[in-house]
Antibody, heavy 122, light 107 residues
């Protein structure tokens, strides 16, 4: 079964750090691009970061310089290191598999984890 | 940044009716647009990729159309499980952006 399982969320004080993990199973993780997408309480979806199979990365302006995405293909795992956390980073964080653009088709984010909750509060 | 504007914000319909949801991009996204469905407490689910292709396992009552800047998600005959929030998302330019969502509620 294709599956993504996030972990690492929790309560952290403003200015603190947290590392999220996403464990992949049931597919060849190394061949897929991956994303982190978050959803603040009662709000819509916000893309956070992207990493390609060759580790090219992109970030939303709102997290650039504070968050770092990485992957360990040997461990079938995706990570998000979050530093200098702010109240506005409070959200459910999802990892999502992305087949990307192949032969001028965009295949969308087809597999999502259940999410892990990050709360930034004093 | 490409802004995706979804309309209406809320759509009130009855089971069996036809739903038409709109997503307009601030500049062309070609066909690099996806639609997602999210029910309360659940992760989003991919419905449509590349503007008009149904994802694996998605019922035929869901269809997508459009290219460039104007896109439509149509649900031909609403089932009770279709009442949810729907998001469009573009992958034409960085950053990846989502629309603000359309809430489909039971009338």
């Amino acid at each position: 079964e294709v599956q993504l399982v996030e972990s690492g969320g929790g309560l952290v004080q403003p200015g603190g750090s947290l590392r999220l993990s996403c464990a992949a199973s049931g597919f060849t993780f190394s061949t897929y691009t991956m994303n982190w997408v978050r959803q603040a309480p009662g709000k819509g979806l916000e893309w956070v970061s992207y990493i390609s199979s060759s580790s090219t990365v992109y970030y939303a302006d709102s997290v650039k310089g504070r968050f770092t995405i990485s992957r360990d293909n040997a461990k079938n795992s995706l990570y998000l290191q979050m530093n200098s956390l702010r109240a506005e980073d409070t959200a459910v964080y999802y990892c999502a598999r992305d087949k990307g653009v192949v032969n001028y088709y965009y295949y969308g984010m087809d597999v999502w984890g259940q999410g892990t909750t990050v709360t930034v509060s004093s | 940044e490409i802004v995706l504007t979804q309309s209406p914000a809320t759509l009130s319909l009855s089971p069996g009716e036809r739903a038409t949801l709109s997503c307009r991009a601030s500049q062309t996204v070609s066909s690099y647009l996806a639609w997602y469905q999210q029910t309360p407490g659940q992760a989003p689910r991919l419905l449509i990729y590349d503007a008009s292709n149904r994802a694996t396992g998605i019922p035929a009552r869901f269809s997508g159309s459009g290219s460039g800047t104007d896109f439509t998600l149509t649900i031909s005959s609403l089932e009770p499980e279709d009442f949810a929030v729907y998001y469009c998302q573009q992958r034409f330019n960085w950053p990846i952006t989502f629309g603000q969502g359309t809430r489909l509620e039971i009338k």
